[in-house]
């Protein structure tokens, strides 16, 4: 009698080839890892702490009481007929949802590196996994908000129907610029200490602490070209019923859907080369 050995399946990993070379049905099929992956780092993020999730909470609000003081009351910078606390809170908010995001993604891979080494998914899945945390920290951060609306006699507008796709835009140009950075942090390790030096200069180059209106007319294009200008500015606009700055939030739009295309295509392009670097 011949006994037939049987020679075990070999299952060949290979990158796809192109900047762009997505799979997404691949993604799809992962994305019950994308859920654990966002509830494990939701946890972490408040796990032992004293306050817990209070700390969504305690970081604008302070951060917009710094700024009402020394920009509001010492520098005084107006808002467009608006009080400075909550038209500041209004972009603290999607600023803070921005800024999470591309510090989080920065960061992930080399958090992750015996996760990444180990076992076979889609890389995108690691920082993506920050936009989960951040849609928290931001839902838990409306709530005051929604209470400062009620105090100044704010009422709500049409143009909070624009609020998704604007935090849809933003999570774009966060992740684009997240997945960017996460992968030179790969491989030039001192990137991860310019990081938050980048993000706060993005900040003031922002209009957070100001109204868009205070720049220049002839400078308004190139200052538009940051996307965070129009976002930021469409979302204050869209919560506190003012009118909705179309022209930068157009250019705002481009820009964002370009950087989320570059990032991923950087992404994509050293991936291969993950694990032998972490």
């Known amino acids: 009698m011949i006994e037939e050995r049987l020679e075990p399946a070999v299952i060949r990993i290979l990158p796809q080839k192109g900047w762009l070379a997505v799979n997404w049905g691949e993604l799809w099929q992962y994305r019950e890892m994308l859920y654990f992956l966002t509830w494990r780092d939701v946890k972490v993020r408040y796990k032992q702490t004293i306050l817990g999730a209070s700390w969504a909470l305690i970081q604008p609000v302070?951060?917009?009481?710094?700024?009402?003081?020394?920009?509001?009351?010492?520098?005084?910078?107006k808002?467009?007929?608006?009080?400075?606390?909550?038209?500041?809170?209004?972009?603290?908010?999607?600023?803070?949802?921005?800024?999470?995001?591309?510090?989080?993604?920065?960061?992930?891979?080399?958090?992750?590196?015996?996760?990444?080494?180990?076992?076979?998914?889609?890389?995108?899945?690691?920082?993506?996994?920050?936009?989960?945390?951040?849609?928290?920290?931001?839902?838990?951060?409306?709530?005051?908000?929604?209470?400062?609306?009620?105090?100044?006699?704010?009422?709500?507008?049409?143009?909070?129907?624009?609020?998704?796709?604007?935090?849809?835009?933003i999570v774009a140009v966060a992740l684009g610029v997240g997945l960017f950075l996460c992968a030179l942090n790969v491989e030039y390790r001192d990137f991860k200490y310019m990081i938050p030096f980048v993000v706060q200069l993005w900040m003031f180059a922002s209009p957070v602490v100001y109204p868009s209106s205070m720049v220049p007319v002839k400078y308004q294009f190139w200052f538009a070209l940051n996307p965070m200008a129009g976002l930021i500015e469409g979302f204050r606009s869209a919560w506190l019923n003012k009118a909705m700055p179309w022209s930068m939030l157009e250019i705002s739009a481009v820009m964002s859907i370009g950087i989320f295309l570059a990032g991923v295509a950087y992404f994509r392009r050293m991936e291969c080369k993950f694990a032998d670097l972490i």
Request: one cysteine or more; glycine letters at 8%.
């Open 62 to 77: 302070m951060t917009m009481i710094v700024f009402w003081i020394f920009f509001g009351k010492l520098a005084g910078i």
């Open 79 to 169: 808002s467009d007929n608006l009080p400075y606390p909550i038209s500041c809170y209004a972009a603290l908010l999607p600023w803070t949802f921005f800024s999470g995001i591309v510090t989080s993604s920065a960061g992930s891979l080399i958090g992750n590196e015996r996760l990444v080494t180990k076992i076979y998914f889609p890389r995108l899945l690691i920082p993506s996994a920050s936009v989960g945390v951040g849609l928290v920290d931001l839902i838990i951060a409306l709530t005051v908000l929604l209470g400062m609306m009620v105090y100044y006699q704010i009422s709500l507008s049409v143009g909070m129907l624009a609020i998704p796709i604007l935090l849809i835009l």
